[in-house]
Protein backbone atom coordinates (compact mmCIF):
# COMPACT_ATOMS: atom_id res chain seq x y z
CA UNK A 1 0.00 0.00 0.00
CA UNK A 2 1.09 3.66 -1.01
CA UNK A 3 0.52 6.27 1.78
CA UNK A 4 -0.66 9.32 0.44
CA UNK A 5 0.78 11.92 2.46
CA UNK A 6 -0.14 15.65 3.23
CA UNK A 7 2.80 18.26 3.72
CA UNK A 8 2.55 21.04 6.38
CA UNK A 9 4.16 23.65 5.50
CA UNK A 10 7.61 23.60 3.40
CA UNK A 11 9.89 23.36 6.19
CA UNK A 12 14.07 22.89 5.51
CA UNK A 13 13.90 19.68 6.82
CA UNK A 14 11.05 17.94 4.96
CA UNK A 15 14.16 17.12 1.74
CA UNK A 16 15.75 14.74 4.41
CA UNK A 17 12.39 13.81 6.44
CA UNK A 18 9.69 12.85 4.29
CA UNK A 19 10.52 13.63 0.49
CA UNK A 20 13.71 11.54 0.08
CA UNK A 21 12.12 8.77 2.35
CA UNK A 22 8.85 8.58 0.45
CA UNK A 23 10.11 8.18 -2.57
CA UNK A 24 12.56 5.41 -1.59
CA UNK A 25 9.40 3.64 -0.13
CA UNK A 26 7.08 4.58 -2.39
CA UNK A 27 4.63 6.90 -1.13
CA UNK A 28 3.30 9.86 -2.80
CA UNK A 29 3.58 13.72 -1.60
CA UNK A 30 -0.16 14.19 -2.54
CA UNK A 31 -0.65 17.70 -1.07
CA UNK A 32 1.55 20.68 0.47
CA UNK A 33 0.26 24.29 2.20
CA UNK A 34 2.39 27.06 3.53
CA UNK A 35 1.56 30.29 5.24
CA UNK A 36 2.84 31.82 1.78
CA UNK A 37 1.02 29.87 -1.35
CA UNK A 38 4.48 30.91 -3.72
CA UNK A 39 6.53 28.94 -1.05
CA UNK A 40 4.24 25.63 -1.27
CA UNK A 41 3.84 26.38 -5.22
CA UNK A 42 8.08 25.95 -4.99
CA UNK A 43 8.09 23.43 -2.70
CA UNK A 44 5.75 20.83 -4.81
CA UNK A 45 7.33 22.10 -8.00
CA UNK A 46 10.77 21.07 -6.74
CA UNK A 47 9.66 17.99 -4.85
CA UNK A 48 7.36 16.78 -7.02
CA UNK A 49 4.06 17.58 -4.89
CA UNK A 50 1.19 16.52 -6.66
CA UNK A 51 -1.35 19.75 -5.60
CA UNK A 52 -0.21 23.16 -3.36
CA UNK A 53 -3.45 23.98 -1.12
CA UNK A 54 -4.35 27.09 0.71
CA UNK A 55 -3.91 26.18 3.87
CA UNK A 56 -3.14 23.52 6.32
CA UNK A 57 -6.58 22.70 7.28
CA UNK A 58 -7.22 22.09 3.95
CA UNK A 59 -4.61 19.60 4.02
CA UNK A 60 -6.02 17.85 6.87
CA UNK A 61 -9.32 17.97 5.28
CA UNK A 62 -8.22 16.75 1.72
CA UNK A 63 -9.61 13.17 1.23
CA UNK A 64 -7.18 11.93 -0.37
CA UNK A 65 -4.58 12.89 1.88
CA UNK A 66 -3.96 9.49 4.61
CA UNK A 67 -1.37 10.93 7.11
CA UNK A 68 -0.10 14.01 7.87
CA UNK A 69 3.45 15.19 8.55
CA UNK A 70 3.89 17.96 10.66
CA UNK A 71 7.29 20.11 10.17
CA UNK A 72 5.69 23.41 11.64
CA UNK A 73 7.66 25.51 13.90
CA UNK A 74 7.77 23.84 17.24
CA UNK A 75 4.94 26.55 18.59
CA UNK A 76 2.37 24.92 16.08
CA UNK A 77 3.31 21.09 16.39
CA UNK A 78 0.30 20.53 19.24
CA UNK A 79 -2.73 22.88 17.51
CA UNK A 80 -2.28 21.49 13.61
CA UNK A 81 -1.77 17.54 15.34
CA UNK A 82 -4.82 18.08 17.16
CA UNK A 83 -6.29 19.17 14.00
CA UNK A 84 -5.19 15.97 12.15
CA UNK A 85 -6.76 14.30 15.37
CA UNK A 86 -9.83 15.79 14.91
CA UNK A 87 -10.23 14.62 11.16
CA UNK A 88 -9.13 10.97 11.68
CA UNK A 89 -5.64 11.33 10.14
CA UNK A 90 -2.34 9.48 11.98
CA UNK A 91 0.34 12.42 12.26
CA UNK A 92 4.04 11.96 11.95
CA UNK A 93 4.94 15.39 14.04
CA UNK A 94 8.21 16.52 13.90
CA UNK A 95 10.05 16.89 17.41
CA UNK A 96 9.46 18.44 19.97
CA UNK A 97 5.72 16.89 20.50
CA UNK A 98 4.70 20.23 22.35
CA UNK A 99 5.39 23.47 23.94
CA UNK A 100 5.41 21.69 27.40
CA UNK A 101 4.04 18.98 29.02
CA UNK A 102 0.73 19.70 29.75
CA UNK A 103 0.01 20.79 26.38
CA UNK A 104 1.37 17.22 25.53
CA UNK A 105 -0.97 15.73 27.64
CA UNK A 106 -3.80 17.45 25.67
CA UNK A 107 -2.81 15.91 22.83
CA UNK A 108 -2.17 12.54 23.89
CA UNK A 109 -5.70 12.69 25.37
CA UNK A 110 -6.98 13.90 22.17
CA UNK A 111 -5.40 11.18 20.45
CA UNK A 112 -5.99 8.19 22.72
CA UNK A 113 -9.76 9.16 23.15
CA UNK A 114 -10.01 9.04 19.30
CA UNK A 115 -7.97 6.10 18.67
CA UNK A 116 -5.40 7.93 16.23
CA UNK A 117 -1.30 7.50 16.25
CA UNK A 118 0.85 10.03 16.82
CA UNK A 119 4.51 9.23 16.32
CA UNK A 120 6.90 11.90 17.85
CA UNK A 121 9.75 11.80 14.79
CA UNK A 122 12.82 11.11 16.71
CA UNK A 123 14.08 9.07 13.83
CA UNK A 124 17.74 8.81 15.45
CA UNK A 125 16.00 5.47 17.43
CA UNK A 126 14.84 3.84 14.38
CA UNK A 127 18.68 3.66 12.77
CA UNK A 128 20.56 0.19 13.22
CA UNK A 129 23.60 2.02 14.87
CA UNK A 130 20.78 3.44 17.94
CA UNK A 131 19.80 0.31 18.03
CA UNK A 132 22.87 -2.06 18.47
CA UNK A 133 24.41 0.65 20.95
CA UNK A 134 21.19 0.60 22.65
CA UNK A 135 21.09 -3.18 22.77
CA UNK A 136 25.10 -3.63 24.13
CA UNK A 137 24.54 -1.11 27.06
CA UNK A 138 21.40 -3.71 27.90
CA UNK A 139 23.36 -7.01 27.37
CA UNK A 140 26.30 -5.59 29.67
CA UNK A 141 28.71 -5.37 27.18
CA UNK A 142 30.11 -2.46 28.52
CA UNK A 143 29.53 -3.87 31.79
CA UNK A 144 27.54 -1.75 34.44
CA UNK A 145 26.61 1.60 32.57
CA UNK A 146 28.45 4.29 34.79
CA UNK A 147 28.12 7.47 32.57
CA UNK A 148 25.70 8.58 29.23
CA UNK A 149 26.49 11.82 27.20
CA UNK A 150 24.60 13.11 24.54
CA UNK A 151 26.35 15.96 22.78
CA UNK A 152 24.73 18.10 20.29
CA UNK A 153 25.84 21.25 18.78
CA UNK A 154 24.80 23.18 15.12
CA UNK A 155 26.27 26.26 14.15
CA UNK A 156 24.12 29.83 14.64
CA UNK A 157 20.73 30.12 13.04
CA UNK A 158 20.04 33.07 11.19
CA UNK A 159 18.38 36.14 13.39
CA UNK A 160 14.86 35.67 11.73
CA UNK A 161 14.75 31.45 13.04
CA UNK A 162 12.03 30.45 14.49
CA UNK A 163 14.59 28.46 16.60
CA UNK A 164 15.28 31.79 18.57
CA UNK A 165 11.71 33.19 18.76
CA UNK A 166 10.27 32.88 22.48
CA UNK A 167 6.66 32.81 21.06
CA UNK A 168 7.36 29.88 18.34
CA UNK A 169 8.88 27.56 21.57
CA UNK A 170 12.45 27.91 20.24
CA UNK A 171 15.41 27.73 22.31
CA UNK A 172 18.36 25.28 22.28
CA UNK A 173 16.90 22.80 24.44
CA UNK A 174 14.04 22.59 22.68
CA UNK A 175 15.36 22.05 19.11
CA UNK A 176 18.42 19.50 20.19
CA UNK A 177 17.99 18.54 24.28
CA UNK A 178 14.83 17.10 23.19
CA UNK A 179 16.73 14.45 21.47
CA UNK A 180 19.21 14.25 24.55
CA UNK A 181 16.14 13.97 26.67
CA UNK A 182 14.96 10.77 24.78
CA UNK A 183 17.87 9.24 24.67
CA UNK A 184 18.20 8.94 28.44
CA UNK A 185 14.84 7.92 28.76
CA UNK A 186 15.22 5.47 26.07
CA UNK A 187 17.95 3.82 28.31
CA UNK A 188 15.99 3.86 31.09
CA UNK A 189 13.39 1.82 29.17
CA UNK A 190 16.06 -0.28 28.69
CA UNK A 191 16.68 -1.00 32.42
CA UNK A 192 20.59 -1.46 31.47
CA UNK A 193 23.11 -2.29 34.23
CA UNK A 194 23.81 0.78 35.94
CA UNK A 195 20.54 2.95 34.79
CA UNK A 196 17.38 0.32 35.63
CA UNK A 197 14.82 3.03 35.51
CA UNK A 198 13.94 6.89 34.24
CA UNK A 199 16.60 9.66 34.65
CA UNK A 200 15.62 13.06 37.14
CA UNK A 201 17.42 16.28 36.39
CA UNK A 202 19.91 17.15 38.94
CA UNK A 203 21.03 20.64 37.25
CA UNK A 204 21.14 22.41 34.47
CA UNK A 205 22.93 25.19 33.40
CA UNK A 206 21.82 27.90 30.35
CA UNK A 207 23.20 30.92 28.59
CA UNK A 208 20.09 33.14 27.21
CA UNK A 209 20.49 34.54 23.31
CA UNK A 210 17.51 36.71 24.88
CA UNK A 211 14.85 36.35 27.57
CA UNK A 212 13.68 33.20 27.79
CA UNK A 213 15.27 31.82 25.34
CA UNK A 214 18.56 29.35 25.22
CA UNK A 215 21.45 29.69 23.09
CA UNK A 216 23.13 26.51 25.31
CA UNK A 217 22.04 24.72 28.00
CA UNK A 218 23.80 21.54 29.82
CA UNK A 219 21.37 19.40 31.18
CA UNK A 220 23.12 16.68 34.14
CA UNK A 221 20.70 13.89 35.08
CA UNK A 222 20.76 10.65 37.45
CA UNK A 223 19.24 7.51 36.81
CA UNK A 224 17.91 4.77 39.49
CA UNK A 225 21.19 2.49 38.68
CA UNK A 226 23.70 5.05 40.20
CA UNK A 227 24.58 6.03 36.55
CA UNK A 228 24.94 10.01 36.05
CA UNK A 229 24.21 11.16 32.56
CA UNK A 230 25.10 14.79 30.62
CA UNK A 231 22.88 16.48 27.52
CA UNK A 232 25.07 19.09 26.19
CA UNK A 233 22.84 21.86 23.48
CA UNK A 234 24.36 24.68 22.16
CA UNK A 235 23.08 26.30 19.03
CA UNK A 236 26.42 28.16 19.03
CA UNK A 237 28.87 25.95 17.57
CA UNK A 238 31.69 26.04 14.53
CA UNK A 239 30.13 23.06 13.20
CA UNK A 240 27.89 20.31 13.57
CA UNK A 241 28.04 17.49 16.46
CA UNK A 242 26.07 15.11 17.03
CA UNK A 243 27.24 11.95 19.54
CA UNK A 244 25.72 9.38 22.11
CA UNK A 245 28.79 8.23 24.27
CA UNK A 246 28.27 5.20 26.55
CA UNK A 247 31.16 4.47 29.50
CA UNK A 248 30.38 1.30 31.50
CA UNK A 249 32.86 -0.57 34.16
CA UNK A 250 33.65 -2.94 31.44
CA UNK A 251 34.05 -0.41 28.00
CA UNK A 252 33.26 2.55 26.24
CA UNK A 253 30.85 3.10 23.31
CA UNK A 254 30.71 5.85 20.89
CA UNK A 255 27.80 6.76 18.05
CA UNK A 256 29.51 8.97 16.26
CA UNK A 257 26.76 10.90 14.42
CA UNK A 258 23.23 9.67 16.10
CA UNK A 259 21.53 12.38 13.90
CA UNK A 260 23.11 11.61 10.75
CA UNK A 261 24.01 7.85 10.09
CA UNK A 262 23.76 8.85 6.64
CA UNK A 263 27.01 10.32 6.74
CA UNK A 264 28.80 8.78 9.47
CA UNK A 265 27.25 5.26 10.22
CA UNK A 266 30.08 4.35 13.16
CA UNK A 267 29.70 2.62 16.47
CA UNK A 268 33.31 2.17 17.99
CA UNK A 269 33.58 -0.03 21.01
CA UNK A 270 36.15 0.14 23.32
CA UNK A 271 36.77 -2.79 26.19
CA UNK A 272 39.72 -4.83 27.61
CA UNK A 273 39.58 -7.30 24.13
CA UNK A 274 40.40 -3.74 22.47
CA UNK A 275 38.86 -1.67 20.09
CA UNK A 276 35.90 -2.55 17.43
CA UNK A 277 34.45 -0.17 14.55
CA UNK A 278 31.26 -1.32 13.60
CA UNK A 279 29.49 0.35 10.72
CA UNK A 280 25.58 0.18 10.68
CA UNK A 281 24.85 1.14 7.22
CA UNK A 282 24.03 4.86 6.12
CA UNK A 283 20.64 4.23 4.87
CA UNK A 284 18.73 7.45 6.24
CA UNK A 285 17.28 7.21 9.55
CA UNK A 286 14.03 8.64 8.59
CA UNK A 287 13.78 6.38 5.95
CA UNK A 288 13.74 3.70 9.09
CA UNK A 289 11.44 5.62 10.86
CA UNK A 290 8.85 6.44 7.82
CA UNK A 291 9.41 2.59 7.16
CA UNK A 292 7.82 1.70 10.62
CA UNK A 293 5.32 4.23 10.78
CA UNK A 294 3.78 2.94 7.42
CA UNK A 295 3.64 -0.52 8.66
CA UNK A 296 1.71 0.59 12.06
CA UNK A 297 -0.77 2.55 9.78
CA UNK A 298 -0.88 -0.08 7.72
CA UNK A 299 -1.16 -2.92 9.24
CA UNK A 300 -0.98 -2.17 12.75
CA UNK A 301 2.42 -3.22 13.02
CA UNK A 302 4.52 -1.88 16.49
CA UNK A 303 5.44 1.33 17.30
CA UNK A 304 8.55 1.64 19.81
CA UNK A 305 7.07 4.63 21.96
CA UNK A 306 3.71 6.18 21.71
CA UNK A 307 1.97 9.66 23.32
CA UNK A 308 2.82 8.94 26.51
CA UNK A 309 6.64 8.70 25.85
CA UNK A 310 6.36 12.07 24.10
CA UNK A 311 4.37 13.35 27.38
CA UNK A 312 7.07 12.24 29.50
CA UNK A 313 9.61 13.69 27.37
CA UNK A 314 8.04 17.22 27.61
CA UNK A 315 7.98 16.71 31.65
CA UNK A 316 11.70 15.90 31.43
CA UNK A 317 12.53 19.05 29.31
CA UNK A 318 10.51 21.32 31.31
CA UNK A 319 12.35 20.01 34.28
CA UNK A 320 15.50 21.04 32.55
CA UNK A 321 14.19 24.82 31.80
CA UNK A 322 13.27 25.01 35.79
CA UNK A 323 16.49 23.74 36.75
CA UNK A 324 18.48 26.26 34.86
CA UNK A 325 16.00 29.02 36.31
CA UNK A 326 14.41 29.29 33.06
CA UNK A 327 10.43 29.03 32.39
CA UNK A 328 8.90 26.17 30.17
CA UNK A 329 8.50 27.28 26.74
Not at 124 to 145: K, M
Not at 280 to 285: K, V
Request: aromatic share 6%; with cysteine; proline share 5%.
Amino acid sequence: MSLRIGVLGASRIAENAIVGPAAELGHRLVAVAARDRSRAEAFAEKYVVERVLDGYQDVIDDRDVDVIYNPLANSLHAPWNLAAIAAGKPVLGEKPFARDESEARRVADAADAAGVSVLEGFHYFFHPVTQRAFALAADGSIGEVTRVEVRMAMPTPDDGDPRWSLEMAGGALMDLGCYGMHVMRSLGRLAAPGIDGAPSVVRAVAEQRTPGVDASCDVEVAFPGGATGLSTNSMTAEDYSFTIALTGTAGELLVHDFIRPGSDDRLTIRTADGTVVERLGTRSSYSHQLEAFAAHVEGGGPLPFGTDDAVANMALVDAAYRAAGMQPR
